[in-house]
């Protein structure tokens, strides 16, 4: 895959970057393992905005993705799709019994490759195995937080991270791509390698617009509002703020901490990098 840059024949054409990759599939999508989207705007069961900046958008279909790998033991790539849900591609997969099903595409794997998911399998891209057989060093993606439940972490373009350590305990540590270190039952499995698409990060969307298309409202500065919608807002001309940036409710943006979750942070050895 390569960073595609386009002439400036018109404005929005000017800072364009997109990804190409000339192997993924033109097509539709296989139409058992879709479904359709009821888009929420950003709000919840009572009609209230709790994610802000969220609405319209291309119209999309969901594509079931195995996070388990327990759909097959053993299976061949048989093409890879784009999916308008995630950042990574995504793999179309046909196990031994002739079953399809979508896994995250993992970076360098190939048309034809041959994918296996068990308790001992070679370790080689794209495979998926439990921590406690995975050697000390490898990269991996797609990693369960619980054993069974399915992959939580590293699930997005280009992520990954590596084991670093296992401990007698039944625990191993992983270090994240943010510096943070975890620990995760070595009954959890994993899959070999990193994402794909991880140009992802590259690339420039070129105009509002093609925001507005994936379904990204326009964010508007506080320092813009009235006094009474946002703390910054107000002032003779164009001001500052006047105090600490801080949110429309008050809550400090400059480093605060707003995650609660006490019942996992016991797994937590190191915080991440800020």
């Known amino acids: 895959m390569t960073l595609k840059a386009y002439k400036p024949v018109t404005p929005s054409l000017r800072e364009l970057k997109t990804v190409t990759e000339p192997l993924l599939w033109k097509g539709k999508p296989i139409k058992g393992l879709t479904k359709g989207i009821h888009k929420s705007g950003g709000r919840n069961n009572l009609g209230r905005i709790t994610s802000f900046h969220r609405g319209g958008g291309h119209k999309r279909k969901y594509r079931f993705i195995d996070f388990q790998r327990n759909s097959f033991t053993e299976g061949k790539v048989v093409r890879l ?36 998911s ?17 050697p ?10 619980s054993p069974g439940r399915g992959g939580q972490l590293c699930r997005a373009a280009g992520a990954q991270a590596q084991l670093i ?25 994993a899959t070999i390698g990193s994402v794909s ?14 925001s507005r298309w994936l379904g ?48 996992t942070d016991k797994y937590i050895v190191k915080r991440r990098v800020k």
């Open 81 to 116: 799709e784009y999916d308008p849900n995630r950042t990574g591609f995504i793999a179309l997969v046909q196990s031994e019994n002739d079953q399809l099903s979508y896994i995250l595409a993992p970076n360098g794997v190939q048309l034809g490759q041959n994918l296996v």
């Open 118 to 134: 068990g308790q001992s399998v070679d370790i080689q891209i794209g495979n998926t195995l439990p921590l406690k057989n995975i």
């Open 136 to 145: 000390v060093g490898t990269t991996i993606h797609n990693i369960e937080l």
């Open 165 to 189: 350590k296992k401990n007698e305990d039944g625990y191993g540590m992983v270090r994240l791509v943010s510096g943070e270190l975890r620990l995760i039952s070595l009954d959890c499995k």
């Open 197 to 210: 698409n991880f140009d992802h990060k590259n690339i420039n969307l070129g105009k509002a617009g093609r």
């Open 216 to 263: 990204r409202r326009p964010v508007v500065r506080g320092v813009a509002m009235n006094p009474v919608d946002h703390p910054h807002g107000g002032g003779q001309g164009k001001t500052s703020g006047g105090r600490p940036s801080v949110t429309p409710w008050g809550w400090s943006t400059k480093g605060m901490k707003t995650r609660h979750n006490l019942a």
